[in-house]
Each structure stands twice: as structure tokens, then as C-alpha cells.
């Protein structure tokens, strides 16, 4: 016989309710600097139950970056007075032409640079400067790291991603 308690069906959720979003981290670097700070940075993402996309911009256009709802966190070195690394170029020199719209666009930028340098961390500023004026919407300010990189960047990834959780 069945019990009085057999018609009633608990449903177990069927997602946990996630207050991380999906997120696109690019990273423009020569050395690999950049690239482990973004790496960093998507760890921490993934803990926190987010998908994560990790990739170079050598194979990056600026219209790649404008998928609806899916911030952007872009880490970028600078190099000889001021350039982008090698590898980075025809994306910064396109992202500055501002022909792409970035209306729709929450972002972030880390640049990578010396402090010994003049123009210290100059293209992650050029960058995040682009994306402004493009119509991208920032959603942290932008951190500059210098020789001390590897021991921030933990710390970097937990601030972005906190700020990264008050989007709409
Ligand atoms: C030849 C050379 C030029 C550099 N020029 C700059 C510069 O103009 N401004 C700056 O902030 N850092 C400069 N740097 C420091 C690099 O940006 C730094 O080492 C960074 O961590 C490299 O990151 P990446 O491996 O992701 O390219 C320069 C380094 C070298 C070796």
C-alpha cells in the first residue's frame, strides 16, 4: 500500500543559483607573464562555479569581445616605451580605431608593466582607455602590476571577481 505521503514528488533543483557570471579573459604577453595572471584569474573564476575562456589576443579581433552578458577581463604587458607585446598589436591597433561598438560590453583590465619604466604599464592604460571610449562599460578599475605580479595576482583575481558579482 502506498504511503500517504507517496504522491507528493520532491524536486531536487535542477541548477544551483550562481551569483558568478561566464566570463572571456584575454591576455596580450611576450614572455608568458600576462598570460599566468590571467590563468590566476580564471582559477579563482572557475572556484567560484564560472565558466571561464582563456585566450591570447594574437587570435583576437575587438568584435570577438562583445558577446551579450559575458564580461570581459583583458591583462596586457607593455613593452619598448610604451607598445603592446608583439603578439597583441592588430588587436590594440584595431581596438583603437574605435570601429567596434562595445556598448553592450562590462569590463576589466590589468596591465602588466616594470615600475622601472617611464611609461609604466602605458598599454594596459591605452587599452582600457579604448574600451571606454568604444562605449564599453568598466565594471573595476583598472590594476596595474609591476615585478611583483606573481604575489598580487591572487589578490587581483579575488577584488575583480567580487566586483565582477554586483553586475547586474
Ligand atoms: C625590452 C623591454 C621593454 C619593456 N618596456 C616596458 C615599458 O615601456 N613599460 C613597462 O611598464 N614595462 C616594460 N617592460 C616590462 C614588461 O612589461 C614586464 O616584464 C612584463 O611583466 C612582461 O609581461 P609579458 O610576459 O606578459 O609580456 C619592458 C621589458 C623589456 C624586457
Given at each position: 500500500?502506498?504511503?500517504?505521503t507517496?504522491?507528493?514528488?520532491?524536486?531536487?533543483?535542477?541548477?544551483?543559483?550562481?551569483?558568478?557570471?561566464?566570463?572571456?579573459?584575454?591576455?596580450?604577453?611576450?614572455?608568458?607573464?600576462?598570460?599566468?595572471v590571467?590563468?590566476?584569474?580564471?582559477?579563482e573564476?572557475?572556484?567560484?562555479?564560472?565558466?571561464?575562456?582563456?585566450?591570447?589576443?594574437?587570435?583576437?579581433?575587438?568584435?570577438?569581445?562583445?558577446?551579450?552578458?559575458r564580461?570581459?577581463v583583458?591583462?596586457?604587458?607593455?613593452?619598448?616605451?610604451?607598445?603592446?607585446?608583439?603578439?597583441?598589436?592588430?588587436?590594440?591597433?584595431?581596438?583603437?580605431?574605435?570601429?567596434?561598438?562595445?556598448?553592450?560590453?562590462?569590463?576589466?583590465?590589468?596591465?602588466?608593466?616594470?615600475?622601472?619604466?617611464?611609461?609604466?604599464?602605458?598599454?594596459?592604460r591605452?587599452?582600457?582607455?579604448?574600451?571606454?571610449k568604444?562605449?564599453?562599460?568598466?565594471?573595476?578599475?583598472?590594476?596595474?602590476l609591476?615585478?611583483?605580479?606573481?604575489?598580487?595576482?591572487p589578490?587581483?583575481?579575488?577584488?575583480?571577481?567580487?566586483?565582477?558579482?554586483?553586475?547586474?
Amino acid at each position: 500500500m502506498n504511503s500517504p505521503t507517496s504522491s507528493w514528488t520532491i524536486y531536487e533543483p535542477i541548477a544551483k543559483v550562481r551569483s558568478v557570471k561566464d566570463l572571456s579573459i584575454y591576455y596580450g604577453t611576450e614572455t608568458g607573464n600576462s598570460r599566468f595572471v590571467a590563468e590566476t584569474i580564471a582559477a579563482e573564476a572557475r572556484a567560484r562555479g564560472a565558466e571561464v575562456s582563456v585566450e591570447d589576443l594574437v587570435n583576437v579581433t575587438p568584435s570577438r569581445l562583445t558577446v551579450p552578458g559575458r564580461p570581459v577581463v583583458i591583462v596586457i604587458s607593455t613593452w619598448n616605451r610604451g607598445k603592446p607585446p608583439f603578439y597583441a598589436r592588430r588587436f590594440c591597433e584595431e581596438l583603437e580605431k574605435g570601429t567596434v561598438r562595445m556598448d553592450s560590453v562590462h569590463y576589466a583590465v590589468v596591465g602588466l608593466g616594470d615600475e622601472h619604466y617611464e611609461l609604466f604599464c602605458a598599454c594596459g592604460r591605452n587599452v582600457d582607455a579604448a574600451l571606454e571610449k568604444a562605449g564599453a562599460v568598466r565594471f573595476a578599475e583598472r590594476v596595474d602590476l609591476g615585478a611583483s605580479f606573481r604575489k598580487l595576482a591572487p589578490g587581483v583575481a579575488k577584488t575583480l571577481l567580487d566586483a565582477m558579482a554586483k553586475l547586474p
